[in-house]
């Protein structure tokens, strides 16, 4: 069996911090994992921000209700989905994937949940395992799966490395001049070949 | 994280051989892993029977792509897959899944998968491991995801073992006379109930 791995922010879905940052003109909330490789740390920073400027989680939930999908991530996932078992291994939460899932049918997502206290404020983020990419990808090599894996950042190199195939898809530079052995997608046509490829 | 494996047949639609014994005519294509547990013996008994009946894995596609999902399943699924992640662990072939899981939104699926000969015949399966379902849930809960299977077979019972919470949905006679600490599920909104209080 055949298993195609993907990140979600910046392959499927516009990161959601950068558009909440957007939608709330705080410009701070745009820092994510391609600036701050730890994760945790940058989670407390945005935490800490969100309560000074009084924003509850159903806040940010109703801002990321208004985001879309990438331009042709539906189609593309779709296209893969008819090739491949799909998986999306995300460091995003639960509670705020969800509503984007749904503009996407639902695929299969492992990732990350929240604690929220009995104001409605971001507590806590309960991480469902630390590395936890790799060790999914890890996981569906361990019940005889070939693994196909691509994503963007810091964090998803790990799960790029573990798998059968790993590339990256629109990576900043900075990812791109450090890891020179890994090829490069930047537009769903041709990644999609690449994972035809894979499939064979 | 919450996962909800599945059975596919049975569960989310009908008995892919019993419908391929109807169309065909050929009655002993009726037997499935209720009346045979062995499954590796199953389809070796198929197989035999294809070849001496001349039906080669594309005429059994031709007949598989005219079934469609059970009534009220793809409304079940896209209920459930708003209330938690769900995986389809089944036993059957990625060659016989696909047109049916086209017709369900193309849930993430764990299964089989077959070898066929020059002439188009079905030569070989090949299992992904042994025991497979419940490697499956086990590789699931190393993840930290609490885990909720459900099928309706003998191949289903050691992934409901396996699981935080198993129950059976629509298992015939023997096996619920078998195994009288396991919750039974006739219909999808009692079953959907069930899984809402799981998931919390």
């Known amino acids: 069996m055949n298993i195609v791995s993907l990140d979600f922010e910046g392959v499927l879905i516009p990161e959601i911090w950068v ?11 745009k820092r994510t ?32 209700s208004t985001l879309s999908p990438l331009e042709g991530a539906a ?11 799909v998986v999306i ?10 509503p984007l899932l749904e503009k996407l049918g639902y695929p299969f997502m492992l990732c990350n949940s929240l604690i929220v206290d009995d104001d409605g404020f971001i507590k806590d983020i309960v991480m469902r395992q630390e590395d936890g990419k790799r060790k999914a990808v890890e996981a569906f090599r361990s019940l005889n799966c070939r693994v196909f894996s691509s994503g963007d950042s810091y964090n998803d190199l790990s799960m790029i490395d573990a798998a059968d195939v790993g590339v990256l898809f629109r990576p900043p530079e900075n990812i791109v001049k450090e890891r020179p052995d890994l090829k490069v997608f930047v537009d769903y046509p041709s990644f999609l070949e690449e994972i035809r490829r894979f499939v064979g």
């Open 89 to 98: 291994l995300s460091d995003t939460f639960v509670e705020f994937a969800r």
């Open 33 to 64: 994992t391609r600036d701050e490789p730890d994760y945790r740390k940058l989670m407390e920073f945005r935490m800490d921000i969100l309560r000074r400027n009084n924003l509850r989680l159903s806040d940010i939930q109703d801002v990321i």
């Open 19 to 29: 558009g909440v940052a957007r939608k709330t003109g705080i410009e701070e909330l």
């Open 75 to 85: 189609d593309f996932l779709y296209e893969v989905e008819s090739l491949a078992e």
